[in-house]
């Protein structure tokens, strides 16, 4: 582990890492989950799925089910994105110190940062539901607190006493990435000493999955779902829908020193930038992803030959996919590749916070989560050279950079770089 105490006073430190997601309701089963090289994607379990002749019936559910780790008071009153932040929260605080923490910062300097990507879908739709069929006296008095884009980032806020800001920025796919780049500016900036940062989503609803089958945004496979969420193969054919939530304590390394505890990692640099093209492709060039990589990296420190490892965004959509390769080929050549949505499907908002701890995860244990690659490596991804790793994983020890990138709707792009 690291020495907090050489660190810059404002740098901020990885103490804490949580997450729920369809391969597990932990960090550590997570991380079992991937040594195993299994996939969470499945044959939807719901009704709705056959009775509306849905094009897409496959998606990648919970592992867990929050309805077992919640109060019912809990489950009542907030949306299942929000329940899934506030698992993964619990399970970040927890590993950072706990109530031993909890003693050591006011509430003043202390903020939360924690994005969805599609806000509570299913508590927007089930007030809809209610009113069309019951009338407006039967929609609920929680349901707007519940249905609010900020409510995932509230509930852990309020749950932890955080008063020294609570944000939730949107930006699609990349949010969850998002909030843990702001969650590091508030601590660079002397806002806060500690930030709970990370993103959540729960959107698994027929409109959900019409609207992104629409777009042919999502694999049709839904004879082989083990199979369908596929980055960089040739016949990738879009992404599967998943669920869930991944959040990191981030700390000022000061702050961590004096308290003696244990530092995880350095998020030691991170870039937001926007392509301005198109609200649904990528721009072809990948200029915009190149420069939020260059400049996270640059903003560590860090120099390109030092990447180890990169979790990428990596989709499994046509357009996509490509293009990340291209950037990542030639902006960080020497870095080994898991595109790990092949295994957990694509958790939207929640995405940019579980592949952000399964980065830390892979500089911790040193190693490399697998690509599934059921359908190979796509002859134009292999052509760039970029180093994919395979369905194993791969042994890293002396990992020192690992990055995570986020890519979403709307042409956002977001870097992450931590190290050891």
């Not at 430190?13 to 991937?34: E, K």
């Not at 199979?227 to 390394?253: I, K, N, Y």
């Not at 295994?343 to 939207?348: A, I, V």
Request: glycine share 10%.
């Amino acid at each position: 582990m690291l020495d907090a105490a050489s660190l810059a006073p404002r740098t901020a430190v990885v103490t804490g890492l949580g997450t729920t997601n369809p391969l597990a309701g932990d960090v550590a089963g997570t991380w079992q989950a991937l040594h195993t090289s299994r996939t969470a994607v499945c044959a939807l379990d719901e009704d709705w799925a056959e009775a509306l002749d849905l094009p897409v019936r496959i998606a990648a559910p919970l592992a867990v089910d929050p309805s077992v780790l919640l109060t019912p008071r809990e489950l009542r009153r907030v949306d299942r994105a929000s329940q899934c932040a506030l698992l993964a929260a619990r399970e970040a605080w927890a590993q950072a110190g706990g109530e031993a923490l909890a003693a050591r910062v006011p509430g003043e300097r202390l903020a939360v940062s924690l994005s969805p990507g599609m806000g509570p879908v299913l508590s927007v739709m089930a007030a809809w539901d209610t009113l069309r069929e019951r009338g407006p006296r039967r929609v609920l008095p929680t349901a707007v607190p519940a249905l609010m884009p900020n409510a995932p980032a509230a509930t852990v806020g309020i749950e932890l006493g955080a008063r020294a800001g609570i944000h939730a920025p949107v930006s699609a796919c990349a949010s969850g990435a998002e909030a843990i780049a702001y969650a590091a500016d508030l601590i660079a900036l002397g806002r806060a000493d500690v930030v709970v940062a990370g993103g959540t989503d729960a959107a698994l609803h027929p409109m959900t999955v019409a609207a992104f089958a629409a777009m042919r945004a999502l694999s049709t496979r839904n004879e082989d779902p083990t199979t369908a969420s596929r980055p960089f193969a040739p016949d990738r054919d879009g992404f599967v829908l998943g669920e869930g939530a991944g959040v990191l304590v981030l700390e000022a390394a000061e702050h961590a020193a004096a308290r003696g505890a244990t530092v995880l990692a350095v998020l030691a640099g991170t870039a937001v930038t926007a392509d301005a093209y198109d609200v649904a492709r990528p721009e072809p060039s990948g200029a915009e992803q190149e420069r939020a990589l260059r400049l996270a990296l640059e903003r560590g420190g860090i120099d390109p030959a030092e990447v180890g490892h990169v979790n990428a965004h990596a989709t499994s959509t046509p357009a996509g996919d490509v293009v990340e390769a291209r950037v990542l080929a030639r902006t960080v050549p020497a870095a080994a590749v898991s595109a790990t949505k092949s295994s957990t499907g694509h958790l939207l908002g929640g995405a940019g916070g579980l592949e952000a701890v399964l980065a830390v995860m892979a500089l911790v244990e040193g190693w490399l989560p697998p690509t599934l690659l059921p359908g190979g490596i796509d002859a134009e991804v292999s052509a760039t050279g970029l180093d994919v790793v395979g369905p194993e994983g791969r042994e890293a020890p002396g990992l020192r950079v690992a990055v995570s990138t986020s890519f979403g709707f709307g042409g956002h792009d977001v870097a992450l770089a931590f190290t050891a």
